[in-house]
């Protein structure tokens, strides 16, 4: 890393000076004008592709110089068809109901005072991610339909692609009500750019951490600014001894090795001992032929001389490739028991024709999805029908699973009355907050 590149100290501030200031107006336009704007980014989308697509390859042709993975290239990877359904993505976030102004909850007390919770926007939001482009665009669709302006810091691997996003965003914004100044790519190519932005408590809202581990742990321990958890996928299929298991080897290989490189692949395998001796035989050589490599406890070694014994390192491990961990467990309870020393809390998944089992399942894993007889594969907002999505958030605070346009909003409560007045101010009458002297306990 060559710090002598870094940014200097007022150049992020000042991009997050001016989100903060166009957020106000943000707040304050219609949602006509923020749809207009989307339906102008599709367009230009749309005519932009080439561009898109050269920068695209530019990144790849620098990525493939410097050695990175086949996961990055799948990730970094862009096309015609892509950027298409980009296009087509951002026209159906126009098309959503607006949350804004929502009544979340709302009451007239017996006084006559009347008690409202609405969403409104967060503000601005800073978004850090690696090398999947398509990220620039969902962010910066949802902001702008749930009224936020963004800053955009994607990873250098993929600079020339998100570069060229966010100009096509912002010159189409130069035609609208909606100020460019929404859509920022946050400045620098080094780390230190990115500590400034976390340092940035009271001009950015939230930050929101999207892709590997090393990534989502270095902002929530270094962020001052509130940071919500999103994406690591140490996700389970856990195989009852009540499964289907033509449904379990189905939804086995979708999960796996349909596009591991993304979080919500499965990563680990868990199989009831008494189910182990129809199902596994079947399960490894169906993975084989696929070319994913089994990682496994010593029972699920005996099965096949091709598993690699899984080490202690190997149950933690999200692994993004045609890899997966495996087992043999002797219940449900041992199975939660894994999940719970080695989830992530992205997505659990059970395979069981058991009601009961089912219902036990769910509620025993602590995670913020769980699919039963179901991929994992299915944990995206689209997919769940709730649009496209920031990211998978793993936390419990704010807001937790799949990110739409909900997430992106917080709550202010309204009080309307007709000259309502407190009473007497006695302890009875309660509330408000009260700052208490030092006792000096």
């Given at each position: 890393?060559?710090m002598?590149t ?18 106000a ?19 230009a ?10 920068a695209?390859?530019r990144?790849l ?7 990175v ?8 990877r ?5 950027i298409a359904g980009?296009?087509a993505?951002v026209?159906e976030?126009?098309?959503?109901p607006s949350?804004?102004g929502e ?17 409104v926007p967060?503000?601005?939001i ?11 665009v969902d962010?910066?669709?949802?902001c ?9 810091r ?6 020339e692609?998100n570069?060229a ?5 912002r010159?189409a914004?130069?035609g609208t009500?909606?100020p ?12 230190a750019?990115?500590?400034e932005?976390?340092s940035?408590r ?14 989502i ?13 999103t994406g690591?996928?140490n996700?389970?299929?856990?195989v ?20 591991p ?12 001992a008494?189910?182990a001796d129809?199902?596994?035989?079947l399960a ?5 032929a696929?070319?994913?490599t089994?990682?496994?406890d ?7 001389s ?8 190997d149950?933690?491990?999200?692994y993004?490739?045609l ?33 009961s ?8 894993v602590?995670?913020a ?8 594969r299915l944990?995206?907002g689209a997919?769940?029908?709730?649009g496209t ?6 936390q ?11 997430a ?7 009080l309307?009355g007709d ?11 309660g509330g ?10």
């Amino acid at each position: 890393m060559n710090m002598c590149t870094s940014l200097s100290s007022g150049t992020v501030r000042e991009a997050a000076i001016a989100a903060q200031s166009v957020s106000a107006r943000l707040a304050r336009a219609t949602g006509a004008d923020r749809d207009a704007a989307l339906e102008a980014i599709a367009d230009a989308l749309a005519a932009g592709t080439q561009d898109i697509l050269d920068a695209n390859l530019r990144d790849l042709d620098a990525a493939r110089t410097a050695g990175v993975s086949d996961a990055v290239l799948d990730r970094l990877r862009m096309d015609a068809g892509q950027i298409a359904g980009l296009a087509a993505m951002v026209r159906e976030v126009a098309a959503m109901p607006s949350p804004l102004g929502e009544t979340v909850s709302g009451s007239v007390l017996p006084s006559g005072l009347e008690v409202r919770q609405t969403r409104v926007p967060i503000g601005v939001i800073g978004m850090i991610y690696e090398g999947r482009p398509n990220v620039t665009v969902d962010a910066g669709a949802l902001c702008l339909k749930s009224g936020n302006a963004v800053l955009l810091r994607g990873s250098s691997v993929a600079r020339e692609t998100n570069a060229a996003l966010i100009e096509v965003m912002r010159g189409a914004l130069t035609g609208t009500s909606i100020p460019v100044d929404a859509v920022q790519m946050v400045p620098g190519t080094t780390h230190a750019s990115v500590q400034e932005l976390m340092s940035l408590r009271g001009l950015v809202d939230i930050i929101v951490p999207r892709g590997g581990r090393r990534l989502i742990e270095a902002a929530v321990r270094g962020s001052l600014v509130p940071v919500i958890e999103t994406g690591v996928g140490n996700c389970h299929i856990y195989v009852d001894r009540e499964a289907d298991i033509e449904v379990a080897l189905r939804v086995l290989l979708n999960a796996k090795a349909q596009r591991p490189s993304v979080c919500n692949a499965a990563e680990s395998l868990l199989v009831h001992a008494d189910i182990a001796d129809a199902f596994l035989p079947l399960a490894l050589d169906a993975l084989k032929a696929r070319k994913v490599t089994v990682h496994g406890d010593a029972r699920v070694c005996a099965y096949d001389s091709s598993v690699v014994p899984a080490t202690d390192e190997d149950w933690g491990t999200e692994y993004l490739s045609l890899d997966i961990s495996a087992a043999v467990v002797d219940s449900m309870e041992a199975a939660v028991n894994h999940i719970r020393l080695h989830g992530t809390g992205h997505t659990e998944a059970i395979m069981t024709d058991s009601q009961s089992t089912a219902r036990a399942f769910v509620a025993a894993v602590d995670t913020a999805v769980v699919a039963v007889n179901a991929s994992t594969r299915l944990v995206d907002g689209a997919e769940m029908g709730l649009g496209t999505e920031l990211g998978i958030s793993t936390q419990k605070l704010h807001v937790r699973g799949p990110m739409g346009l909900a997430a992106m909003t917080t709550t202010k409560y309204i009080l309307t009355g007709d000259g309502h007045i407190r009473g007497d101010g006695s302890p009875a009458a309660g509330g408000g907050c009260e700052v208490l002297e030092d006792s000096g306990a």
